[in-house]
């Protein structure tokens, strides 16, 4: 059972133009939710997380928007660099102990120059 | 800054090989996870742990078993490796009251 879920598996985006990825959950007792980058041969690094009082966080390039009643999160790269070619993952937490968290399957972005 | 280290970037195993995988943090963390990441599924929960000694199944627990002696350090054994477990295994540590995981370099094994 996917409680969380990344329906497509890349996007290819011109450099300069923003980038948007989605991301779906079941679990209506997550409230917590994380984007992280994954490089080939490195670990996902943490890169912008958003609580469910809110429903937009800001960071930089990056923006995630929560649509809590829609069960549905987005990551917004706006202007996307060749630098941010890479795995993006979502990640939600709520509902248990110890800050598990669930992942979906990710979007590979290539970002071309 | 979190420093996440895994003993070893690349292995190779034989089949039936017990594997043991090393993660170590320095910041203290109370929670530790292990994850196996393959194409198309994500990253998966092998085993967590919230406590020295303690540990607690995760998604995906068959064909492994953990070990949490010290605080900083949290190890998978793979007790008879298979091919299936060919994968890149990723630990991560957080504090205990944040979601936020840092994630180690990930250890890419491949069981022949």
């Known amino acids: 059972d996917q409680q969380v879920k990344q329906n497509s598996p890349s996007l290819s985006v011109q450099e300069g133009r923003i980038s948007i990825l989605n991301c779906d959950y079941t679990?209506?007792?997550?409230?917590?939710f994380l984007w992280y980058k994954k490089y080939p041969a490195e670990g996902p690094t943490f890169l912008i997380s958003?609580?469910?009082?809110?429903d937009k966080n800001e960071d930089g390039r990056f923006t995630v928007f929560l649509n809590k009643s829609a069960k549905h999160l987005s990551l917004h790269i706006v202007p996307s660099q060749p630098g941010d070619s890479a795995v993006y993952f979502c990640?939600?937490?709520?509902?248990?102990?110890?800050?598990?968290?669930?992942f979906g399957q990710g979007t590979i972005l290539t970002v071309h120059p | 800054d979190v420093k996440v280290t895994q003993s070893s970037r690349y292995l190779v195993k034989r089949t039936g090989e017990k594997v043991f995988l090393e993660c170590v943090q320095d910041?203290?963390?109370?929670?530790m996870f292990w994850y196996r990441q393959d194409p198309g599924l994500g990253l998966r929960l092998i085993y967590f742990?919230?406590?020295?000694?303690?540990?607690e199944k995760g998604d995906i627990p068959e064909g492994y078993s953990v070990s949490r002696e010290k605080k900083e350090r949290f190890s998978l054994i793979l007790e008879s490796a298979s091919t299936n477990q060919t994968s890149m295994y990723l630990c991560?540590?957080?504090?205990?009251?944040?979601?936020?995981?840092?994630f180690g370099p990930g250890t890419r094994l491949t069981v022949l």
């Open positions: 991560a540590s957080s504090h205990e009251i944040t979601d936020t995981q840092y």
């Open positions: 910041m203290d963390h109370e929670n």
């Open positions: 742990s919230y406590d020295v000694k303690m540990k």
């Open positions: 990640a939600a937490a709520g509902g248990t102990s110890y800050g598990k968290l669930t």
């Open positions: 679990n209506s007792m997550f409230d917590y």
């Open positions: 958003i609580s469910s009082i809110k």
